[in-house]
């Protein structure tokens, strides 16, 4: 019977080759790339949110220059600011019942995230009457102590 | 999120996003009803395409600002307009001739578009090769193709932000020409990018942001070797290089009359050990032992601060390749070695020489048949 090489691999096609993102590794996209600001011109819970918008709206732009800022009216409705991300998702605050510093935090906020779902990373904790049975693990009692 | 909404998600991503406060009057005249009209004989059925006219309407200066400043080169491109080009794909002139033939035609990003696939071509081959210079060719071409090709273009458009901002119309596939698709479509903007750091600066600052968003990027490179018969490949190999032949030899086991062996294999020329491999087979083993060993040697690797460029000798000043005046950097080509074994193409002869250039090192004047 002569010798039969076995069949080749899977070919790879080069169209569909990709390379994986590795954003900070050398250039830093921002995530946030717009923000809107909506207000009522009459109703006092946009006070604080018009305030903000007069005073130091221009600081922050002028400070996020890779940010669109848009500011629409929306007459007798509470204030709202809405954040748009590079992955397609949208983030509203509600601005009624803040100050102006609040707000300014709550933009910083905006700008400052990535759009991604907040992901609950803490879960209950055991509370227990017993104590545990293998003990507390330590990271000071292990063979090789971590080295930095 | 269900498979619906992801859906609706991504195909409201690839809709041309028109900002309302560049445009005189919204709802634009076209989309509004008419009443019905008095005095026409014939009723003209009213038709209006949402998608077609976002199209249309030119991205909000303020979108297409801040996305230069996001990717870094607002110093380097002086207005917004040219950002407009380069996001605008040439099939929206056919919109275009069909919708508004009277208007003037907007700049469109082809030229811009086929200029920088050849410089980001020859970024990441100069790169790949100086990188690993064992990498067989077929592996280096699809290296490239992973760091510079379309889905990584494509993808990268999409990390930047530029799908909102990108003017295009889907074209059917023909006969003689494939289908035009929005990956297609936004993957002609970072090329247009290159280009532009090209024309705006020089061909350095180009390699620079080369660099800086495409080949910093992750690429697998062991995924893209395959061996059809990696003994035969190493023991070929190592004949080129002039070193004994390779013996495997078993280095550990457990388990062998069980159900889960594990053999570990070492592959070695002489005295020193070419390569390493495990498996549930004594076969099995030594295959990986000879795959790890090819892939030592073509995955060898410059370090990055010892990597030298050929572009590196272009002058390092302001204008293209022609004009600039600066200082030029030195450049060492590494030494040539033979083509990478082909073991699979024996010649006709069926002989196996080594190859010519480790001949002349050896500084043989006969050579043996």
């Known amino acids: ?148 | 999120m269900g498979h619906v909404q992801k859906r609706l998600a991504s195909t409201a991503a690839k809709l041309a996003s028109v900002s309302v406060s560049t445009l005189k009057q919204f709802p634009p005249k076209e989309a509004v009803v008419p009443k019905a009209p008095k005095t026409s004989p014939s009723k003209q059925p009213h038709f209006f395409h949402a998608e077609t006219w976002a199209s249309l309407q030119p991205p909000a200066p303020a979108a297409l600002t801040a996305f230069a400043h996001r990717i870094g080169l607002a110093s380097i491109i002086p207005s917004p307009d040219i950002i407009q080009q380069a996001c605008t794909h040439p099939s929206i002139l056919t919109l275009h001739e069909q919708f508004r033939p009277s208007e003037t035609k907007p700049a469109v990003n082809g030229n811009l578009e086929t200029l920088g696939n050849s410089l980001l071509g020859l970024f990441a081959t100069e790169y790949v090769n100086s990188s690993y210079p064992h990498l067989p060719t077929r592996v280096m071409k699809a290296a490239v193709s992973a760091y510079v090709g379309p889905t990584t273009c494509a993808n990268i458009a999409r990390e930047m932000g530029a799908s909102p901002l990108v003017r295009w119309h889907r074209l059917p596939n023909t006969p003689t020409r494939r289908a035009l698709l929005h990956s297609d479509a936004i993957a002609s903007v970072p090329r247009a990018l290159t280009a532009l750091v090209y024309q705006h600066r020089s061909l350095l600052s180009a390699r620079k942001f080369a660099h800086k968003f495409f080949l910093s990027r992750e690429v697998d490179l062991r995924n893209m070797i395959k061996f059809r018969d990696p003994k035969k490949a190493l023991a070929e190999t190592v004949a080129k290089y002039g070193r004994e032949r390779p013996i495997s030899r078993l280095l550990k086991e457990t388990g062998r009359m069980s159900n889960s062996p594990v053999f570990i294999v070492g592959i070695y020329s002489g005295g020193d050990k070419l390569g390493e491999g495990f498996g549930s087979s004594l076969k099995m083993a030594e295959f990986r032992a000879a795959e790890d060993s090819l892939l030592r040697l073509y995955l060898t690797r410059t370090p990055p601060h010892l990597v030298q460029l050929p572009t590196s000798t272009f002058p390092d000043g302001f204008g293209d390749i022609f004009t600039a005046k600066g200082p030029e950097a030195e450049y060492v080509p590494g030494d040539m070695g033979d083509s990478e074994v082909l073991f699979a193409s024996a010649d006709r002869t069926g002989l196996r020489l080594p190859g010519a250039r480790s001949r002349a090192s050896e500084d043989e004047s006969t050579v043996e048949l």
């Not at chain 1, 590795?22 to 207000?39: D, M, S, Y």
């Not at chain 1, 006070?47 to 800022?69: D, G, K, Y």
């Open chain 1, 1 to 148: 019977m002569p010798f039969r090489l076995p069949p080749p691999t899977r070919p790879l096609l080069r169209a569909q080759l990709r390379s994986r993102p590795a954003n900070g590794h050398v250039a830093f996209i921002p995530q946030c790339r717009k923000l809107v600001f909506e207000f009522c011109n009459r109703w006092p819970s946009s006070a604080n949110t018009r305030t903000f918008l007069t005073n130091h709206l221009e600081e922050f732009a002028r400070a996020n220059p890779h940010v669109e800022i848009v500011v629409k009216q929306r007459t007798q409705k509470e204030p709202i600011v809405r954040g748009f991300y590079l992955n397609d998702r949208d983030k509203v605050i509600a601005l009624n019942g803040f100050e102006v510093t609040g707000i300014a935090k709550k933009v910083q906020l905006l700008l400052d995230s990535s759009g991604a779902k907040i992901k609950p990373l803490k879960r209950r904790t055991v509370e227990s009457t017993t104590e545990a049975a293998r003990g507390i693990w330590s990271g000071l009692h292990v063979e090789e102590p971590f080295k930095i």
